[in-house]
Each structure stands twice: as C-alpha cells, then as structure tokens.
T-cell receptor, first 115, second 114 residues
Framework: GAGVSQSPSNKVTEKGKDVELRCDPISGHTALYWYRQSLGQGLEFLIYFQGNSAPDKSGLPSDRFSAERTGGSVSTLTIQRTQQEDSAVYLC?????????????FGEGSRLTVL | AQSVSQHNHHVILSEAASLELGCNYSYGGTVNLFWYVQYPGQHLQLLLKYFSGDPLVKGIKGFEAEFIKSKFSFNLRKPSVQWSDTAEYFCAVNAVTGRRALTFGSGTRLQVQP
C-alpha cells in the first residue's frame, strides 16, 4: 500500500513476555520514527532512524526497549519483559528525510495491552 | 533538546466560536514548527507547518498559525469552528540542525458542541 503499515494492530500480552511490533514505512522514505501514545500523555518520542546515520535512541524509556531498521526500510520495535506501564499505542511514522514537505506520515498504530 | 508545551489540555467550544490553541517551544536555534490533528478513530495527519518566510501560515480546513519568534510561540487559530473539528491537536517542533527528531506537545483535546 501507499501508506505506513504497522502490525499487529492489537496485541495483548502477559507481564514479563517479550513483544515485537513491526513498521513498514512508505517506500523511499529515508527517515522513520517510533512514538508511544498513552492516554493523556500525548506523543512520547522513542527512537528516530535517518538513513545510514546512527539512530537517535534518546527517547527509549529503558533498556528493555530496542529497535532496529533493516535495509533502510522495515523497522521492528522490541519490548522485553513487558510491564503494565508499557501498555499504550505505539506509532510509527516515516518522512522523506527532511527534504521536501517535511511531513510525517503516521501508521494506524499498534495497541499494546500488558495484563 | 527541544521541548513543546501546550497549555490547554481540553477545550470545549460551541459551533461558530473562535479557536486559539497555545503552543510554546523551548529551543535556542532555528526550528521547524508543525500542527498535527488526530480525528476520532483516525491516524495523525498534518494540519499545517512553518519552515521559514511569512510567519502566518495557513493550513487545511481554515486553520492558521502564527510563529512569533520572540515569544517562542506557534499558536493555532480558526475564526469559526465546526462540529467536525472535534479532534486532538498536537503541536510539534524539530531543530533545523543538530538533533532533528520531531518533538510533540502533550496535545489539546477540542470538543465542539453543535
């Protein structure tokens, strides 16, 4: 498709389990963001990939969170040993590297519920 | 690092009322500024943006925003809101150089009553 695709759309897991969330950005977009959206908390920046540069990981809340972007395209956000406070909607967005319109294109999000 | 403050967390207006949502950022360098909107059940989408030039920018659906550099502000305005404007509005900023990750404010929930 033409937009940013995220999977799964919904994930329910038990505390302590690991989860992987996938993002397939718009073809040709060189930059990719992960955000977390919690009720009443707005959008919390997690990590930013720009081309072949080292990712900006400054928003990752703990070492249980990690992300990678393979081949400059698909990205996976991994949360190890999930906790209840990890419950949120995880949003992925891509952009054409800051040139052009500068507009972020968001996916529908992956809603994570940790029981 | 940059940060963004949105002072209005929840705004309730009647149709045809005028709207102004506040946004202030903290960063000493040159920035790009954005307003994104999230309608109920939909994903975030760009409402308008400022990169340079005329500090008064116009976006979709009759929205506009004014960049006031001296006040580090980028307030969103609309002269007459409609019920369909009910949504959550997010201000965002990124630095032109240096750390370029886009930072969002906490959002303002706008409820327009018919």
């Amino acid at each position: 498709g033409a937009g940013v695709s995220q999977s799964p759309s919904n994930k329910v897991t038990e505390k302590g389990k690991d989860v992987e969330l996938r993002c397939d950005p718009i073809s040709g977009h060189t930059a990719l963001y992960w955000y977390r959206q919690s009720l009443g908390q707005g959008l919390e920046f997690l990590i930013y990939f720009q081309g072949n540069s080292a990712p900006d990981k400054s928003g990752l809340p703990s070492d249980r969170f990690s992300a990678e972007r393979t081949g400059g395209s698909v990205s996976t956000l991994t949360i190890q040993r999930t906790q209840q406070e990890d419950s949120a909607v995880y949003l992925c967005a891509s952009i054409d590297g800051g040139r052009g319109t500068g507009e972020l294109f968001f996916g529908e999000g992956s809603r994570l519920t940790v029981l | 690092a940059q940060s963004v403050s949105q002072h209005n967390h929840h705004v309730i207006l009647s149709e045809a009322a005028s709207l102004e949502l506040g946004c202030n950022y903290s960063y000493g360098g040159t920035v790009n500024l954005f307003w994104y909107v999230q309608y109920p059940g939909q994903h975030l989408q760009l409402l308008l943006k400022y990169f340079s030039g005329d500090p008064l920018v116009k976006g979709i659906k009759g929205f506009e925003a004014e960049f006031i550099k001296s006040k580090f502000s980028f307030n969103l305005r609309k002269p007459s809101v409609q019920w369909s404007d009910t949504a959550e509005y997010f201000c965002a900023v990124n630095a032109v150089t240096g750390r370029r990750a886009l930072t969002f404010g906490s959002g303002t929930r706008l409820q327009v009553q018919p």
